[in-house]
């Protein structure tokens, strides 16, 4: 559990992958002085605005990283290499499969919910092409 200690003029922005736990249990907390802000993967026109100026205009190429590595507002910043961005993506996946799914709903099998994640995945990825 967490306390905070008002003083003076502050703004507290709490975040995280699962909303529905953090209104739930925070809202009691806050009792009031919170306002929930639900925030989306990037359109590819919002996409191309977090590029550098550089990237920007190779529009077919930023497209094909879209379509690649999806929307998340992090990925336009990162450099643009297989690697990083893999890295990057893949710690995202892990922290929310893991610490948001497994651990909050007590998933006996996570290594079978992986492998239905990566199922899912390749469908998705694969109905696209």
Known sequence: MFSLFEEGAADIYLTGSNAKMLSSELSTLL???????????????????????????????????????????????????????????MGIYNTVLVKDIVQRNGVRDAELLGRVATIIKSRQASSMT
């Open 31 to 89: 009792s009031g002085r919170y306002v929930e802000i639900p925030v989306f993967p990037l359109s590819f026109r919002e996409y191309l605005e977090f590029l550098p100026a550089t990237r920007s205009s190779d529009r077919e190429a930023a497209f094909q990283s879209y379509l690649k590595y999806g929307g998340l507002p992090i990925v336009p910043s990162l450099p643009q290499d297989e690697n990083t961005i893999s890295t990057v993506l």
